[in-house]
């Protein structure tokens, strides 16, 4: 089962960023390229029938899987970058974190409105930036197809955040 070979994979880091946090480090993941190809072709059975125009994977390391998993859906795929990191006309939106307040932005021309996009980090957490993602999405005129993980730490709560938005929302590792 992909879930037991996605956490068999990834290394608890304690204490970091911050103490008291274990930090689930998907890096070892990417070393094992058959891994790699079974999580995305699990996105892509777990995607079957939903419309999907475009693939908006998340800085930074929603840019691992989610440009594969466009690739192989056939969609576009378009960054989800942090504020000033996109060179184009942008459309940018401000969160709140815990702590202050974060901004990412996507180029004007990222989508087409009334597209069906779906949106793609690695790891769902309090689901913050996804909701701000979300919610860029919408005012640009796109629609939320759904959202999907490689790991979800279920205990924050994250996707009851994210599950008014929409109703796909798929984790493959859920801790």
């Given at each position: 089962?992909?879930?037991?070979?996605?956490?068999?994979?990834?290394?608890?880091?304690?204490?970091?960023?911050?103490?008291?946090?274990?930090?689930?480090?998907?890096?070892?993941?990417?070393?094992?390229?058959?891994?790699?190809?079974?999580?995305?072709?699990?996105?892509?059975?777990?995607?079957?029938?939903?419309?999907?125009?475009?693939?908006?994977?998340?800085?930074?390391?929603?840019?691992l899987f989610g440009l594969t998993l466009a690739n192989k859906l056939g969609v576009p795929f378009v960054p989800v970058r942090k504020a000033g990191k996109l060179p184009h006309a942008v459309t940018q939106k401000v969160y709140e974190l815990e702590y202050g307040s974060a901004?990412?932005?996507?180029?004007?021309?990222?989508?087409?409105?009334?597209?069906?996009?779906?949106?793609?980090?690695?790891?769902?957490?309090?689901?913050?930036?996804?909701?701000?993602?979300?919610?860029?999405?919408?005012?640009?005129?796109?629609?939320?197809?759904?959202?999907?993980?490689?790991?979800?730490?279920?205990?924050?709560?994250?996707?009851?955040?994210?599950?008014?938005?929409?109703?796909?929302?798929?984790?493959?590792?859920?801790?």
């Amino acid at each position: 089962m992909i879930e037991q070979q996605i956490k068999q994979a990834i290394r608890d880091i304690p204490d970091f960023p911050k103490p008291g946090i274990v930090f689930k480090d998907i890096t070892p993941i990417l070393k094992d390229a058959g891994l790699c190809g079974s999580i995305t072709d699990e996105f892509v059975a777990k995607l079957q029938g939903l419309q999907i125009d475009v693939v908006a994977g998340i800085e930074s390391r929603g840019f691992l899987f989610g440009l594969t998993l466009a690739n192989k859906l056939g969609v576009p795929f378009v960054p989800v970058r942090k504020a000033g990191k996109l060179p184009h006309a942008v459309t940018q939106k401000v969160y709140e974190l815990e702590y202050g307040s974060a901004a990412i932005e996507l180029h004007t021309d990222a989508f087409e409105p009334g597209s069906h996009v779906l949106i793609h980090d690695d790891l769902l957490a309090t689901g913050g930036t996804v909701s701000a993602a979300s919610e860029l999405i919408l005012e640009m005129g796109g629609k939320v197809a759904g959202f999907t993980f490689v790991v979800g730490l279920g205990f924050l709560n994250g996707r009851e955040r994210i599950k008014p938005l929409s109703d796909t929302i798929i984790v493959l590792a859920e801790y």
